[in-house]
C-alpha cells in the first residue's frame, strides 16, 4: 500500500537522536515489565500476565502521533504505548498484576481488571467531566477480543459531531472534532462479527478512526490460514480502500520492526484522519510475541523451531537496536547501560508495589492477631483459637482473603461466650468486611447524589380538557422538546431519520433537526450501540434506537460487556450515559412479541430497565435520564403506539421516577404486580374480579433495575397478605427475579397468607396472530382464574371451584 510522501516536521539532529533513544528507553521499559511480570505470575504472587512483549515498536509510533483530545479503544497489548504517553509506570503495572484495590496506586481499575486493560480518567470527583481536550484519552478496555471496535465507532463519530454540529457545548470534549479515535486489535480478532461491522459502518460514516491491526501471525495458538481469507487482513480488506470516485478507507501496510517506516505511517495516518475525517487502518505485520500469548501457556508448544527462530531474530526491539546502531545513532555501550539502569528501575518499582500492596494487609494482620490472642485468653476454646491465629500469623504476605477466612472462622469458637475480646473481635471483622467490600462490590450504578434514582418526580400536567392523541403523539412531541433543549441529544437507528421510526415516534424531527442528530443507520445493532457507547464517552447524549426487542440479542455482547460494565470497571472514572431505546412484548410473532426481561436484567446489571407501560410514561423517562448521567434500557409497549393517552402540557419536563413502583388500583383482596403491556390485561382482569367480589390492588413495577427502591411492594402486601406477579417472560424469568426482591429483600414473607405467585407466558417463543398471542401470553382469563384460584384456596364457601 502506497504511503504519502509526507515526512514529519524537519527537525534538528540532536532532537532526532533524543527522540529514538527516548523511544528505545520506553520499548527496553516495557519489555522488561513483561519480562518481570511474567515471573510475577509464574512465582505466583499474581494470578494473570499479559503483556506488551514484541509489539513494542508500532506502539512508539502510535503514540508520537496521538495529542491531547484523541481516544484510544484498544486491547490488552498496548502496554507500551500507554508508557510512551506517561499513562502507565511500572510500577503501577505491577500494582495491576498483584490487583491492588487502591485507585491511586492502580489506576486502571482498583484491581478490578486483569493486567493490561487500560483506562484514563474522564471524571472529576463529582461527576463532572473534566476536560478531555486538554489530556490523553483511553477508553476502558475489555477482555472481549474485538469487543472495543463498536465503541471506537462512537468515539470517532463524536469528532464527526463536534465538527459538524452548531451549538454544541464542546470546550471539554473537542477542538472543531480534530481528535482522532485509535483503535487496537490484534490479527486474529479481526476475524469477529464486531471487527468487520465496525469496518464498514466506519467507512460509510467516513469518520476520523485509525485502526492498527498488530498482526503476529497467531491468534494464541492458531495460526493465520485459519483467520483469514487469503491469510492476510490486506488483502481481505482491500474493498474498502478509497480511491477519487468513491469513500473509503485509506488502508496502509507496514512492517512492526521497521521503525522509520512505522513513524511515516502513522504520522500519515494520523494526518488522514484529523483533517479529512477519513477513516484509515494500519496493518501492522511481522509483529512477534517472545513469550507467547499470555501466562497461560508456552508458544513451544504450537510454534514451530522455525518460527521461533524467525521471531527471535525479527524481534522489534532487537532490529531496533539493531537499527540504532546501524545508523550511528547511539553506540553499544551507550545503550548497554541505559538497559541496565531500566532493568534496576523497573526491579525497584516491582519491589515496591508489592510492598505497597502488601502493607495495609500486614497492618491489619497485625491487629488481628493481637484481637485473636485476646479473644482466646478468654475462650475455653483457646487452643482451637490459638490454632487460627498461628495459622494467621504463618501467612507471611497476606491478603485481604486471608484476614477475613481467619476472623471469621474464628468467632464460631465463640458461639454464646460474651466477652468485651469477643465483642472487640466482632467489631473487627464487621468493620473490615464494611470497608473491604465495598472494594470489590461498589459503583456498578454511579452513588452520587445526582444519580439517576434520586432526579424527582415532575407529574405530567394536563388542561382541563387535554387533547386525545396516539401514545406515539406524545413521544413523538416529548423527543421534539428534548431535541430543543439538549443540543447535544442525538438519535439513530434503523429507520430513526427519515420516516422517524418505525411507529412514527419521531415523526419529522430528522427534517427540524437535521441529519445528524436523526439519522438512518445501517442494519447492524451491535455497532449501533457502540456509536452510542462512543459518543456517550465524549459528552454526547446519544438515544441509539434497537428497532425491535427481538433484536436485542444482536449487541447484547456490547451491552452487558461493555456498557453495563463500564461504571464498575472504571472505579467510576468513566461514564457513557447512553439511553438505549426500544420496542417490545406483544405485537406479533416470534421476533416481535419478545418480552425477554429476566435475561435482560441479569446481564444487564449496571443499567437501568424500564418498562413503562404507555408512552406518557415512557417520555417521562427519557426526560428523567437526560438530567441524569446513566445508561439505560427503555422498552416502550409495541402495541401503545395507537393506543389514546392524554398529551400532557409540560412535554420535555415532566420525569417518571427511576426506582419507584406505582399503583394504579387500590384493593384489599390480592396485590398483583406488573408491568409494560400486560398491566393493561391485568386492569381489565381487576375489573372483572371485582365484579365477583374480589378487590384487587394493581401495582405497576414500571422500572425492573433497580425495583421499588424504597421498598413499597411490601406495604402493599401487608395489607392484601397475597401477592401475585404477572409478566409476559419464560416461567422464573423476571417474575421470580421480582417475587426475590419482594420477598427476600422487602421481606414480605410474614406477610402473606398465601403462597405468593407468579403468571407469565409460556416457555416457549409466542406464536403468532392474535390465537397464537392469546395461548401464548397471559391474557385476562388466565389472570382472573389465577387470582380466583388464590382466593378459593382460603375461603371455598364463597368462592367455590370455578372449573
Ligand atoms: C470474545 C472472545 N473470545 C475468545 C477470547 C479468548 N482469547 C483471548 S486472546 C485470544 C487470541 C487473540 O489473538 P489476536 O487477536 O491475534 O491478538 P494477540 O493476542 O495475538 O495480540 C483469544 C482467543 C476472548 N478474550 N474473547
Ligand atoms: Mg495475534
Given at each position: 500500500m502506497d504511503l504519502s510522501p509526507k515526512t514529519s516536521t524537519d527537525i534538528s539532529f540532536d532532537d532526532f537522536r533524543a527522540q529514538i533513544l527516548h523511544d528505545y528507553e520506553i520499548a527496553v521499559l516495557s519489555r522488561e515489565c513483561s519480562l518481570m511480570g511474567r515471573k510475577e505470575v509464574l512465582t505466583g504472587k499474581a494470578k494473570f500476565g499479559i503483556f506488551s512483549d514484541g509489539?513494542?515498536?508500532?506502539?512508539?509510533?502510535?503514540?508520537?502521533?496521538?495529542?491531547?483530545?484523541?481516544?484510544?479503544?484498544?486491547?490488552?497489548?498496548?502496554?507500551?504505548?500507554?508508557?510512551?504517553?506517561?499513562?502507565?509506570?511500572?510500577?503501577?503495572?505491577?500494582?495491576?498484576?498483584?490487583?491492588?484495590?487502591?485507585?491511586?496506586?492502580?489506576?486502571?481499575?482498583?484491581g478490578r481488571q486483569m493486567v493490561g486493560h487500560y483506562m484514563t480518567n474522564s471524571i472529576n470527583e463529582d461527576g463532572s467531566w473534566r476536560n478531555l481536550t486538554q489530556q490523553k484519552n483511553s477508553s476502558a478496555d475489555i477482555s472481549c477480543t474485538a469487543g472495543q471496535m463498536p465503541r471506537l465507532l462512537g468515539l470517532a463519530q463524536a469528532s464527526k459531531m463536534y465538527r459538524n454540529l452548531k451549538n454544541l457545548d464542546s470546550e471539554k470534549f473537542s477542538n472543531n472534532g480534530n481528535e482522532v479515535a485509535w483503535g487496537t486489535i490484534g490479527n486474529a480478532s479481526t476475524s469477529e462479527g464486531m471487527f468487520l461491522e465496525t469496518v464498514n459502518a466506519g467507512g460509510v460514516l467516513q469518520v476520523p478512526m485509525v485502526i492498527s491491526i498488530w498482526d503476529d501471525d497467531y491468534g494464541i495458538s492458531v495460526p493465520a490460514k485459519y483467520h483469514a481469507t487469503k491469510e492476510d487482513i490486506s488483502k481481505m480488506l482491500s474493498g474498502f480502500q478509497r480511491d477519487e470516485d468513491q469513500k473509503g478507507y485509506e488502508l496502509i501496510k507496514v512492517k512492526g520492526w521497521d521503525y522509520t517506516a512505522l513513524m511515516h505511517a502513522y504520522e500519515n495516518a494520523a494526518d488522514i484522519a484529523r483533517e479529512e475525517h477519513v477513516p484509515v487502518i494500519i496493518h501492522v505485520v511481522e509483529l512477534t510475541q517472545p513469550q507467547g500469548h499470555s501466562t497461560s501457556g508456552s508458544h513451544e508448544r504450537y510454534k514451530s523451531e522455525k518460527r521461533l527462530e524467525w521471531e527471535k531474530d525479527n524481534d522489534c526491539n532487537k532490529r531496533f537496536r539493531e537499527w540504532v546502531l546501524e545508523t550511528g545513532i547511539a553506540e553499544d555501550s551507550e545503550l548497554l547501560e541505559l538497559e541496565k539502569s531500566i532493568k534496576k528501575k523497573v526491579r525497584i518499582a516491582k519491589k515496591e508495589a508489592w510492598a505497597e500492596y502488601l502493607e495495609p494487609h500486614k497492618r491489619m494482620k497485625k491487629t488481628l492477631i493481637q484481637l485473636l490472642e485476646n479473644a482466646a485468653q478468654k475462650s475455653p476454646n483457646k487452643n482451637f483459637i490459638n490454632k487460627i491465629k498461628n495459622d494467621?500469623?504463618?501467612?507471611?504476605?497476606?491478603?485481604?482473603?486471608?484476614?477475613?477466612?481467619?476472623?471469621?472462622?474464628?468467632?464460631?469458637?465463640?458461639?454464646?461466650?460474651?466477652?468485651?475480646?469477643?465483642?472487640?473481635?466482632?467489631?473487627?471483622?464487621?468493620?473490615?468486611?464494611?470497608?473491604?467490600?465495598?472494594k470489590y462490590s461498589s459503583l456498578l450504578y454511579s452513588e452520587l447524589p445526582t444519580r439517576a434514582t434520586k432526579i424527582p418526580e415532575i407529574r405530567p400536567q394536563y388542561d382541563t380538557s387535554p387533547k386525545t392523541v396516539d401514545g406515539r403523539v406524545v413521544l413523538r412531541?416529548?423527543?421534539?422538546?428534548?431535541?430543543?433543549?439538549?443540543?447535544?441529544?442525538?438519535?439513530?437507528?434503523?429507520?430513526?431519520?427519515?420516516?422517524?421510526?418505525?411507529?412514527?415516534?419521531?415523526?419529522?424531527?430528522?427534517?427540524?433537526?437535521?441529519?445528524?442528530?436523526?439519522?438512518?443507520?445501517?442494519?447492524?445493532?451491535?455497532?449501533?450501540?457502540?456509536?452510542?457507547?462512543?459518543?456517550?464517552?465524549?459528552?454526547?447524549?446519544?438515544?441509539?434506537?434497537?428497532?425491535?426487542?427481538?433484536?436485542?440479542?444482536?449487541?447484547?455482547?456490547?451491552?452487558?460487556?461493555?456498557?453495563?460494565?463500564?461504571?464498575?470497571?472504571?472505579?467510576?472514572?468513566?461514564?457513557?450515559?447512553?439511553?438505549?431505546?426500544?420496542?417490545?412484548?406483544?405485537?406479533?410473532?416470534?421476533?416481535?412479541?419478545?418480552?425477554?426481561?429476566?435475561?435482560?436484567?441479569?446481564?444487564?446489571?449496571?443499567?437501568?430497565?424500564?418498562?413503562?407501560?404507555?408512552?406518557?410514561?415512557?417520555?417521562?423517562?427519557?426526560?428523567?435520564?437526560?438530567?441524569?448521567?446513566?445508561?439505560?434500557?427503555?422498552?416502550?409497549?409495541?402495541?401503545?403506539?395507537?393506543?389514546?393517552?392524554?398529551?400532557?402540557?409540560?412535554?420535555?419536563?415532566?420525569?417518571?421516577?427511576?426506582?419507584?413502583?406505582?399503583?394504579?388500583?387500590?384493593?384489599?383482596?390480592?396485590?398483583?404486580?406488573?408491568?409494560?403491556?400486560?398491566?393493561?390485561?391485568?386492569?381489565?382482569?381487576?375489573?372483572?374480579?371485582?365484579e365477583v367480589g374480589i378487590d384487587a390492588e394493581v401495582i405497576d413495577a414500571q422500572t425492573l433495575l433497580?425495583?421499588?427502591?424504597?421498598?413499597?411492594?411490601?406495604?402493599?402486601?401487608?395489607?392484601?397478605?397475597?401477592?401475585?406477579?404477572?409478566?409476559?417472560?419464560?416461567?422464573?424469568?423476571?417474575?421470580?427475579?421480582?417475587?426475590?426482591?419482594?420477598?427476600?429483600?422487602?421481606?414480605?414473607?410474614?406477610?402473606?397468607?398465601?403462597?405468593?405467585?407468579?403468571?407469565?407466558?409460556?416457555?416457549?417463543?409466542?406464536?403468532?396472530?392474535?390465537?397464537?398471542?392469546?395461548?401464548?401470553?397471559?391474557?385476562?382469563?388466565?389472570?382472573?382464574?389465577?387470582?380466583?384460584?388464590?382466593?378459593?384456596?382460603?375461603?371455598p364457601d364463597d368462592y367455590p371451584k370455578l372449573r
Open positions: 509489539k513494542e515498536l508500532p506502539q512508539l509510533a502510535m503514540a508520537r502521533s496521538f495529542k491531547n483530545g484523541d481516544f484510544r479503544s484498544g486491547y490488552y497489548r498496548d502496554q507500551t504505548f500507554m508508557m510512551a504517553l506517561g499513562l502507565l509506570t511500572p510500577k503501577q503495572l505491577f500494582h495491576g498484576l498483584y490487583a491492588t484495590t487502591d485507585i491511586e496506586k492502580e489506576p486502571m481499575s482498583a494467621l500469623i504463618a501467612v507471611e504476605e497476606p491478603i485481604k482473603k486471608d484476614l477475613a477466612h481467619n476472623s471469621r472462622k474464628a468467632l464460631r469458637y465463640m458461639l454464646g461466650e460474651n466477652t468485651t475480646e469477643k465483642e472487640a473481635l466482632v467489631s473487627w471483622v464487621n468493620r473490615f468486611l464494611e470497608d473491604t467490600q465495598p412531541d416529548n423527543f421534539d422538546k428534548l431535541f430543543e433543549k439538549y443540543p447535544e441529544a442525538i438519535v439513530f437507528g434503523e429507520d430513526s431519520g427519515k420516516i422517524g421510526d418505525v411507529n412514527q415516534g419521531l415523526e419529522g424531527l430528522q427534517k427540524k433537526y437535521g441529519e445528524l442528530r436523526v439519522a438512518d443507520t445501517g442494519i447492524r445493532e451491535t455497532t449501533i450501540i457502540g456509536q452510542g457507547i462512543g459518543m456517550a464517552l465524549r459528552g454526547l447524549r446519544p438515544i441509539a434506537e434497537i428497532q425491535y426487542l427481538d433484536y436485542i440479542f444482536y449487541t447484547m455482547a456490547t451491552l452487558t460487556d461493555d456498557l453495563a460494565s463500564l461504571l464498575y470497571r472504571t472505579y467510576g472514572k468513566q461514564k457513557a450515559p447512553l439511553i438505549v431505546r426500544t420496542r417490545g412484548h406483544r405485537l406479533e410473532g416470534i421476533w416481535h412479541s419478545g418480552s425477554p426481561m429476566g435475561g435482560l436484567i441479569h446481564v444487564l446489571r449496571g443499567m437501568y430497565i424500564l418498562a413503562p407501560r404507555n408512552m406518557t410514561q415512557a417520555a417521562g423517562f427519557y426526560n428523567t435520564l437526560m438530567k441524569s448521567d446513566e445508561p439505560a434500557l427503555i422498552i416502550e409497549s409495541l402495541n401503545g403506539y395507537r393506543l389514546k393517552e392524554s398529551m400532557p402540557n409540560n412535554l420535555g419536563d415532566f420525569c417518571t421516577p427511576i426506582g419507584k413502583i406505582e399503583t394504579l388500583r387500590k384493593g384489599n383482596d390480592i396485590t398483583i404486580l406488573s408491568y409494560g403491556s400486560t398491566l393493561r390485561i391485568v386492569e381489565q382482569a381487576a375489573r372483572e374480579l371485582s433497580p425495583f421499588d427502591v424504597n421498598g413499597d411492594t411490601v406495604k402493599s402486601v401487608q395489607k392484601t397478605n397475597r401477592l401475585l406477579v404477572v409478566d409476559e417472560d419464560v416461567p422464573g424469568g423476571c417474575s421470580a427475579y421480582l417475587v426475590q426482591e419482594i420477598i427476600e429483600r422487602q421481606g414480605a414473607y410474614g406477610y402473606l397468607d398465601s403462597a405468593p405467585q407468579t403468571l407469565t407466558a409460556k416457555a416457549h417463543r409466542p406464536a403468532y396472530g392474535t390465537d397464537g398471542d392469546y395461548f401464548s401470553k397471559p391474557n385476562t382469563e388466565d389472570v382472573f382464574e389465577k387470582v380466583y384460584e388464590i382466593i378459593h384456596e382460603v375461603n
